[in-house]
């Protein structure tokens, strides 16, 4: 199963998903870019001679055009809910600016004198836009069309966020499983496809004046063509999951959940920074993420028991340079202060305080402490050395840090440094291996899964038990790196499968094993 | 028959056109001219509805304009714009074809008509009917805006600057083939000039035109002989005379000529000009020509002294 393919095998091996996948990609851009142009050109030739207006739409249109595309899909998820439409939606305004903006240069760029002479001949005002304006200002407009093609290729990427599919199911599954294959899969026909769409519409463009008026004929028919392919996924199914790229194509992800629990759920893949909300709004049923998410607390969102434990455990622990821990011995026992202080629950209420309700993280840190009563005034007198902290950049590793600085500023005479926003795991790692910080929080799972990639066979018996997973973790960064794991801080901010509380409820699903049962039976009645 | 009364323009308050009143009579043709900016091409533009007019009342051949329909009006007058306003994307053939097309003439008959009408204008069909405006020289694309202007054989016929573009030896060329056009003859013509010698030769009537202004109307002899203040008379001062010897027909003088024998071989008619007469002798170096009076079939001799006395003989007359 890990053996190592290469491109055009894994292309190969693949080739069902691809070819869905760029049809897909082909209809969200082709659709959209219709829409665009169905509805820039009107507009563009409608304020062509109408200054005020033309201020107006063009301000708008690029106001559109600037809002940074995942964002402009986030919007449109209470809107319009996630799938197709909203992909399209977004893609439809993004497009727009070109082909407004062209039809209007084009159209307010033809010589007024050859207006003048077609009205002096006796055109009215329809003959003189369709034989004339449209047909000399078709080579700019078509430039325009060229652009937000070659726009929507790209941002056609992003609608695998949101559940659309496409080639970015490919690109972003890749990234998140560091799977160059997968990546390249998607990103090279996405971009051959960009390719190929320019070079057609350079065809159209540079046909000459005179064959302008066959192009105006042309255009929208392989436009509709294209778009024909495509048929707008639906589903009505009662229960849809949308998982993360990430998440449909790891073992303790999705290809476990089919393998171990036999859950046979429809799904559609989507971007965390979407997910809870969709699942809030009703959008998606099942999701998967974070157990710690602030965002499960904010939707009302519920874990479903991993009964088969195929997720493995995410414990947050410090680690620590051994070294550091020899020198201070003082250290150590400050920072085992805040062991099995925090459980799920209630890191979750400190995270959803910090993403949620805009508490700083210094401040939420410090109410908890004092709130346990584990806060100290830091002790005075001659400081005994530094210890630098570090952090990746989300909440609840700023929330860990300030409670760790309080304890050891508190309890010991050290004195505390703090390198916040080290990026991710790798940058953190190597930040600590390099002795340029002393500790920061790190998770079991991630040790083991993305530091230490132990091969299958050294995995299977250990990856769902907790204890295991953390013995092991701690031997080898101690004889590999001479690295601690300290005592574990209590929660487990592992993958989870989550449902709307009230969902869950009604339909008494507790477990996963519940929802694959729920989700047998429905079947069987249909 | 073009009768304007009163007609202005304005715009935003400025006005461009300024209360004038004219007249054209079927089959002539009625020059404005003027300095840049004087009013010219609004006046004409106003004459197809390009331009509403502020105030005045406009009849061509006896109906108002302001009674139809623009696009019908325009259909019936030929109309040449100031830089000819062909369409890039168009061939010739397509140009010319545009009026029958709104007219919903049968192919046929648009494309008999449009070679007959490139031929007069010596552009081969062959050769011309599929090439695209940019393939052509000035002087050609000005031809084709004309046969463009004529294929429906308006009775009427605007024209604005035609000559604009060319150069000044293209220019005489050109104006000289559009004179001796068959199609021209019967043609109500309104044609804006700013070039003096091209009004003088091109019209029947001439108004000299200054800010909005008609200063005076009249023939090309009036103009230059009796004109009724300072402007007119500078207008014309730079070449006076060139134009005052263009304007002279040897037919108005005929009787100061002293007769030549019938049987001499004529080769001025009098219905030239004396600078004509004048370019004619000097061109084949002869003493003396023999002009002939085409009404009556009498003979007349001239050379350049006889046009000298009676040129200045004429001027003192007047
Ligand atoms: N659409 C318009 N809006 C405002 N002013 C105009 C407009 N058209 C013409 N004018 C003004 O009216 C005056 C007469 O313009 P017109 O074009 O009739 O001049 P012209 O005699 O044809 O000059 P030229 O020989 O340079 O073509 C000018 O002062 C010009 O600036
Ligand atoms: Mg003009």
């Not at chain 1, 559109?64 to 939606?89: C, E, K, N, R, V």
């Not at chain 1, 893609?91 to 010589?111: E, H, M, S």
């Not at chain 1, 105006?216 to 294209?226: A, Q, R, S």
């Not at chain 1, 760790?404 to 600590?432: P, Q, S």
Request: hydrophobic letters at 45%.
């Amino acid at each position: 199963m890990n053996e190592q393919l290469n491109l055009g095998q894994f292309m190969l091996q693949q080739s069902g998903k691809l070819l869905d996948q760029t049809i897909a990609h082909i209809g969200l851009t082709c659709i959209s870019l219709l829409i665009a142009v169905a509805v820039g050109l009107p507009l563009g030739i409608w304020i062509a001679d109408k200054k005020r207006a033309a201020w107006f739409v063009l301000g708008v249109a690029g106001i559109l055009q600037t809002i940074p595309s995942i964002a402009l899909l986030g919007f449109m998820i209470p809107l319009l809910g996630i799938g197709a439409l909203p992909a399209i939606a977004a893609l439809f305004l993004y497009a727009l600016l070109p082909v407004i903006r062209n039809t209007y240069t084009g159209i307010t760029g033809v010589d007024p004198a050859i207006t003048e002479s077609a009205r002096g001949m006796g055109m009215n005002k329809w003959q003189i836009l369709f034989q004339v304006e449209i047909p000399l200002a078709m080579p700019v407009i078509l430039a325009g069309i060229r652009t937000a093609t070659v726009i929507n290729v790209g941002v056609a990427t992003l609608a695998a966020y949101i559940a659309a599919g496409g080639l970015g199911e490919f690109i972003f599954g890749g990234i998140a499983l560091n799977n160059t294959n997968m990546i390249l899969a998607g990103a090279i026909p996405a971009a051959l496809l960009a390719i190929l769409l320019d070079f057609l519409l350079s065809l159209f463009q540079k046909a000459n004046l005179k064959k302008m008026r066959k192009v105006t004929l042309i255009l929208p028919v392989l436009l509709i063509l294209f778009s024909s392919f495509y048929i707008i996924p639906y589903t009505s199914e009662k229960i849809l999951a949308g998982f993360t790229p990430e998440f449909m194509g790891r073992e303790d992800g999705y290809l476990g959940l089919k393998s171990k629990y036999k859950l046979d759920i429809s799904t559609v893949v989507i971007s965390d920074a979407v997910m809870y909300k969709a699942a809030f709004e009703n959008k998606l049923d099942v999701i998967s993420g974070y157990s710690t998410d602030g965002r499960l607390k904010a939707y009302d969102l519920v874990t479903l028991e991993d009964d088969k434990t195929i997720f493995p455990p995410y414990y947050a622990a410090p680690l620590v340079r051994q070294d550091v821990l020899q020198k201070h011995p003082e250290l150590q026992p400050a920072l085992d202060i805040l062991s099995g202080v925090i459980n799920d629950s209630i890191m979750t209420e400190l995270n959803y305080r910090v993403d949620y309700q805009k508490q700083l993280p210094e401040k939420v840190a410090l109410d908890f402490m004092l709130e346990k009563g584990l806060y100290k005034k830091p002790q005075t007198g001659p400081e005994a050395g530094i210890i630098r902290l570090g952090s990746k950049i989300f909440a609840e590793q700023y929330i860990l840090i300030n409670m760790y600085k309080m304890l050891i500023e508190g309890n010991t005479k050290l004195k505390v440094v703090t390198r916040t926003g080290l990026g991710g795991t790798k940058i953190c790692f190597d930040a600590l291996t390099n002795n340029e910080i002393d500790m920061y929080p790190e998770y079991t799972g991630t040790g083991l899964l993305v530091i230490l990639k132990p091969d299958k066979k050294t995995l299977d018996p250990i990856i769902g038990n907790r204890e295991k997973v953390f013995d092991f973790v701690q031997k080898e960064f101690s004889d590999q790196y001479k690295l601690s794991w300290l005592k574990p801080i209590g929660f487990n901010n592992a993958y989870a499968l989550m449902m709307r509380r009230s969902q869950a409820q009604s339909l008494r699903i507790k477990t996963i094993s519940d929802l694959k049962n729920y989700l047998s039976n429905e079947n069987h009645q249909h | 028959m073009i009768i304007a009364r009163n007609v202005s323009k304005e715009f935003n308050g400025i006005k461009a056109v300024n209360n004038i009143s004219f007249e054209v009579k079927e089959g002539q043709t009625l020059v404005f001219l003027g300095t840049s900016g004087c009013g010219k091409t609004t006046t004409l533009k106003i004459l197809n509805r390009l331009i509403e007019p502020s105030d005045g009342e406009i009849t061509i051949n006896g109906k108002n304009i302001l009674s139809l329909q623009p696009e019908i009006l325009r259909r019936s007058i030929g109309y040449v714009s100031q830089n000819n306003g062909l369409f890039p994307h168009y061939t010739v053939a397509e140009n010319i074809a545009i009026v029958p097309n709104l007219l919903k003439w049968d192919k046929v008959r648009t494309s008999e008509r449009s070679n007959i009408l490139l031929d007069q204008l010596k552009l081969p069909v062959t050769e011309y009917a599929n090439k695209y405006p940019d393939e052509l020289s000035g002087g050609q694309k000005q031809r084709v805006a004309l046969a463009r202007a004529l294929v429906s054989d308006p009775p009427v016929l605007l024209m604005d600057e035609p000559f604009g573009a060319l150069d000044p030896i293209t220019r005489a060329n050109v104006r000289k083939e559009f004179l001796e056009l068959p199609e021209l003859k019967s043609k109500t013509i309104v044609l804006v000039t700013h070039d003096v010698q091209e009004a003088f030769e091109l019209g029947d009537q001439i108004c000299l035109m200054d800010k909005g202004i008609i200063v005076q109307t009249g023939s090309p002899e009036e103009l230059i002989f009796k004109p009724i203040n300072e402007f007119t008379r500078n207008f014309f001062s730079h070449q006076r005379l060139q134009l005052e010897l263009g304007a002279l027909k040897f037919s108005s003088i005929w009787e100061s000529l002293t007769d030549a024998s019938s049987s001499s071989k004529p080769s001025l008619n009098s219905n030239q000009s004396l600078w004509e007469g004048m370019e004619m002798l000097s061109e084949k170096n002869e003493e003396t020509l023999v002009v002939r009076n085409s009404e009556d079939n009498s003979y007349k001799e001239v050379s350049i002294q006889t046009i000298q006395s009676v040129y200045l003989e004429n001027k003192r007359n007047r």
